[in-house]
C-alpha cells in the first residue's frame, strides 16, 4: 500500500530505529530518510521538507543521548522538537478590536470552504456569547449569498446583504455600519474566491482592506492542498498581510501538510481548523498537537493529557496492582469503565491511537449502548457478586436480568466475557513477569 | 579568399568541433550527473505528481537514456516529456459519448468545482450539438441547486431540482424521467461534494448508481471524478474511494489557471489508470478545454 498515513510510516522508521544500542550518522540519514518521503507524501513543499531535514539532521548528527532516552526516543524528540518550532508552540487567538465590532476578513482561492467556515466560525463566536454579522461580499460565485443566508438562517445570525450588483468594497463598509448600529460585536466579511496570481481580484482585496482596516486577515486555505501551498500562502500574504490561516477539511485522511508549509513560508499563525462537514465542526488549532500527530505518535499526547484528567493515577496503580494479582473483580471493571466514558466516545479514542488508519475505522462501530447495558448489569448486582461472580446462579441472573432491563442471555454474556478477559489479564500479567526476568523473548516485539 | 582566410576558416571548424566536443563533454557529464536527475525528480515532486510516481518516472527515463545512448540533457527532458505523455495516453480524451442517450454522473469531493464544471459541461456538450439536462443532485449543501440554476439560465438548460435537503436519489430518478420524456441525448447529474471518508454519503452515492442502472440501463454511462489541480497526493486517496462506489471512468481536472501543476493526475494515471478527459482552465463559461497530454507536460517542465 503506498498510502498507509504518514503517521503509520514514522512508526515503522522508528521501530527500525529501536533496540540499536548507537544511533550512527548512518541510522540519522536512513531515518530522514524515510521522514522526507512520509512528509512528502503529507504534501508539505518539497522545500520546506528539505530545509527541515537539514536543520534536525545537523541537531540529530553528534547530540549525546540524553540518558533517560533510547537513541531512537532521541531522535524522534528531536524530530518533534524541530516540528513544534516549525509550527508555533502556542494556540493563537483572535485579535480583537479595542472598539467593537471586531471586523474578520476571509480571503482564498475557489472552493477553499470560505463560505462554510464564515457560518462555523460564526456559530463559534455565538457559542462564546458573542453577536457575530456576517456579511455575504462573495458577488461573483451563482448563489454564494443565498449559500450565507442559509447557512445564516441556520445558526440564527444575521446576515447583511447588498446583492451582487455592488462593489464588495461598498458592501464589506455598509456591512460594519450596520453591524454597529445592531450592536454586533464581531462581523465576518466573506470575500470571492480567487487566484492568487489574478491581479485584479487581488486589488479589490486590497481595497476591501484598506477601507475597512479589519483586525483579522484570515487565509482559508484546503487542506488537502499539494505542493502549490506554498505559492497560494505567500502571494495572499504578500498582497494582504494576513494575520492568520484557517485550516479546512483536516478530517479523516487528510494529512494536512499544508499546515507546515503554509507556517513556514508566512511564519503567521493557523488559527483554526475545519474538521468536518457539520456546522459545530471548528477547532482552535493547536500546534504542538498538529505536529505529534505528523510525528506518528498520533494524537497520543492529548490522549494521554485527557488520560491524566480523567484517571486517578492511584486508582490506576491499584488496579495494576490487582491485574497483576488477578484480583480483578466486576466492581473494578465498573469503575474503570466509568473512567473511559469520561474520556470521551471510544471512536474518538481510538482515532487518537498512533497507527490506526482512521479510514478503517470506518467500519469498526463501537456500539455505546452496550457498554450503558453492561453498566446497568453490573450495577444490578449485590456487592457480593461483584466481588465473586462464580456465586450468581440462575435465580441470581434472573433478578439481574429483570434489575438492568436485560435479557439472561446478556447477563449471561458479560459474565463470560469477564470470565475471558480475566485469564487474558493473567496471560499479559504472567508475559510482564517473565519478561522483566528476562525469561521470555518475543519474536513480534521486534 | 586568400589562404589566410581559408585558414581561419579551417581553424574555426576546428574550434566550432571542439566547442561541440566540450559541449558533448559536458551534457555526457550531465547524463551520468545524479544531480540532473535529482532536479528533474525535484521538478516533479514539486507539480504533486508524488514521490513514488515521480521515481517510477526516472527509473524509466534511466533506463530509456540508456538504451538511446542519450547525451544531451536537453535529449533528457524531452524523453522525460514522451514518458510521461505515454503514462497519461492519449485515447479516451473529451466527453463526447460514444452514444446518446447518455448520462455523466459528475463526483467530487467538497470544493473541488463539480457544479461550475457541470455548467461548462453543459455549454460545451450543447454547442457541439446535443440536448442537455442538468439534476440538481447536491441537495445537501446550501444553495448548491440555486448555484446549478443559474448555470442553467446562463446555458439555457433545463435543470431538474427538488428542495434542499430531499432524497437526492429521487431528484436523480426523477431526472431521468424527464430526460427520457424530452428525448435528451445527455443527462449531468450533480452530487453533493462529499468527503470521501463520509460513509453515509457515499453510501447515497451506490443508491443513485442504482438507480441510473435500474432506470437509464440502455444510457451510455460515466463516471467522471472531478480533481482540483491544488490538491496533493490525497487525491489518491480520494479517487480510490469513488472508485469503490463507482466505476470511475475518467477525470475532470479543475483550476487549472493558477500556479498549480495538477501534477497529481499523472500519478492518477500511474497508479489507478484512470485517464484525464477535461480540464477547467478559467472562470469562464467556455474555459472547460478538452484535455491535451503533450501541453501538459510541456507546461510542467
Known amino acids: 500500500m503506498a498510502f498507509e498515513g504518514l503517521t503509520s510510516k514514522l512508526q515503522e522508521t522508528f521501530k527500525r530505529l529501536k533496540n540499536k544500542g548507537k544511533l550512527t550518522d548512518k541510522d540519522v540519514k536512513d531515518a530522514m530518510r524515510e521522514v522526507k518521503l512520509a512528509m512528502l507524501e503529507a504534501d508539505v513543499n518539497y522545500k520546506v521538507v528539505k530545509d527541515f531535514i537539514n536543520s534536525v539532521s545537523e541537531r540529530a548528527v553528534g547530540q549525546e543521548v540524553m540518558e533517560s532516552l533510547t537513541p ?24 480583537i478590536s479595542s472598539v467593537p465590532p471586531t471586523v474578520i476578513m476571509f480571503v482564498g482561492l475557489q472552493g477553499a470552504g470560505k ?184 494524537d497520543i499526547l492529548s490522549l494521554i493529557e485527557k488520560a491524566q484528567e480523567a484517571i486517578d493515577e492511584k486508582k490506576a496503580m491499584d488496579l495494576q496492582n490487582k491485574l497483576m494479582h488477578q484480583q480483578f473483580t466486576l466492581e473494578d471493571f465498573l469503575e474503570q469503565m466509568q473512567q473511559m466514558k469520561k474520556m470521551g466516545p471510544m471512536k474518538d479514542l481510538l482515532k487518537m491511537i498512533p497507527g490506526i488508519d482512521s479510514s478503517k475505522l470506518g467500519d469498526i462501530d463501537i456500539d455505546e449502548k452496550e457498554l450503558d447495558h453492561t453498566e446497568a448489569i453490573i450495577k444490578s448486582m449485590t456487592k457480593q457478586e461483584r466481588q465473586n461472580p462464580s456465586i450468581i446462579n440462575s435465580s441470581r441472573k434472573k433478578r439481574i436480568a429483570a434489575g438492568s432491563g436485560t435479557s439472561i442471555q446478556e447477563v449471561n454474556k458479560l459474565l463470560a466475557g469477564f470470565e475471558q478477559s480475566k485469564k487474558m489479564m493473567k496471560q499479559f500479567a504472567d508475559m510482564q513477569k517473565n519478561m522483566k526476568k528476562g525469561k521470555i523473548k518475543f519474536p513480534f516485539f521486534k | 579568399m586568400g589562404w589566410f582566410d581559408k585558414l581561419k576558416e579551417g581553424l574555426a571548424k576546428t574550434r566550432d568541433s571542439i566547442t561541440d566536443k566540450i559541449g558533448e563533454v559536458l551534457s555526457i557529464n550531465k547524463k551520468i550527473d545524479e544531480e540532473l536527475y535529482e532536479e528533474l525528480e525535484e521538478a516533479m515532486i514539486m507539480s504533486d505528481i508524488g514521490y513514488k510516481t515521480s521515481s517510477d518516472i526516472i527509473d524509466i527515463l534511466r533506463k530509456r537514456v540508456k538504451e538511446n545512448k542519450i547525451y544531451d540533457s536537453e535529449d533528457v527532458k524531452q524523453l522525460l516529456k514522451e514518458i510521461i505523455v505515454e503514462m497519461m495516453g492519449n485515447n479516451n480524451i473529451g466527453i463526447i459519448p460514444d452514444n446518446t442517450p447518455a448520462v455523466y454522473l459528475v463526483v467530487g469531493v467538497n470544493g473541488v468545482g463539480k457544479t461550475t464544471s457541470i455548467g461548462k459541461m453543459a455549454y460545451y456538450l450543447k454547442n457541439k450539438g446535443y440536448k442537455v439536462v442538468l439534476a440538481a443532485g447536491d441537495t445537501f449543501r446550501a444553495a448548491a441547486i440555486d448555484q446549478l440554476e443559474v448555470w442553467g439560465r446562463r446555458t439555457g438548460v433545463e435543470v431538474i431540482r427538488h428542495q434542499e435537503g430531499s432524497d437526492p436519489a429521487a431528484v436523480i430518478f426523477d431526472a431521468i424521467q424527464s430526460a427520457k420524456a424530452k428525448k435528451a441525448d445527455i443527462l449531468i447529474c450533480d452530487t453533493a461534494g462529499r468527503l470521501h471518508n463520509k460513509k453515509n454519503l457515499m453510501e447515497e452515492l451506490r443508491k443513485i448508481n442504482k438507480i441510473l442502472e435500474k432506470e437509464y440501463n440502455q444510457a451510455y454511462k460515466q463516471t467522471l471524478l472531478v480533481l482540483d489541480a491544488t490538491t496533493g497526493q490525497n487525491a489518491l486517496i480520494q479517487a480510490k474511494q469513488f472508485m469503490e462506489v463507482s466505476d470511475v471512468n475518467g477525470i475532470i481536472l479543475t483550476k487549472l489557471d493558477g500556479t498549480a501543476k495538477g501534477g497529481i493526475v499523472i500519478a492518477v494515471s500511474n497508479e489507478l489508470k484512470i485517464p484525464v478527459k477535461m480540464i477547467g482552465v478559467g472562470e469562464g463559461i467556455d474555459d472547460l478545454q478538452e484535455f491535451n497530454p503533450t501541453a501538459f507536460v510541456d507546461a510542467i517542465f
Open chain 1, 115 to 298: 463560505t462554510t467556515m464564515a457560518g462555523k466560525l460564526a456559530l463559534y463566536l455565538k457559542k462564546h456569547s458573542k453577536k457575530p454579522m456576517l456579511v455575504a461580499a462573495d458577488i461573483y460565485r451563482p448563489a454564494a449569498i443565498k449559500q450565507l443566508q442559509v447557512l445564516g438562517a441556520q445558526i440564527d445570525v444575521p446576515v447583511f446583504s447588498l446583492g451582487d450588483k455592488i462593489n464588495p468594497v461598498d458592501i464589506a463598509k455598509a456591512g460594519i455600519e450596520n453591524a454597529k448600529k445592531s450592536g454586533c460585536d464581531y462581523v465576518i466579511i466573506d470575500t470571492a474566491g480567487r487566484l492568487h496570481i489574478d491581479e485584479e481580484l487581488m486589488n479589490e482585496l486590497v481595497n476591501i482592506k484598506n477601507s475597512i482596516n479589519p483586525n483579522e486577515i484570515l487565509l482559508v486555505i484546503d487542506a488537502m492542498t499539494g505542493q502549490d501551498a506554498v505559492n497560494v500562502a505567500e502571494q495572499f500574504n504578500n498582497s494582504l498581510e494576513l494575520t492568520g490561516v484557517i485550516l479546512t477539511k483536516l478530517d479523516g485522511d487528510t494529512r494536512g501538510g499544508a499546515a507546515i508549509s503554509v507556517k513556514a513560508v508566512t511564519g503567521k499563525p493557523i488559527k483554526f481548523v475545519g474538521v468536518g462537514e457539520k456546522l459545530t465542526d471548528i477547532e482552535v488549532f493547536y500546534p504542538d498537537r498538529m505536529s505529534s500527530r505528523i510525528l506518528g505518535m498520533g
Open chain 1, 72 to 95: 531512537a526516543q532521541h531522535v524522534i524528540k528531536i524530530v518533534n522538537e524541530e516540528l513544534i518550532n516549525l509550527m508555533g508552540k502556542n494556540e493563537s487567538k483572535l485579535n
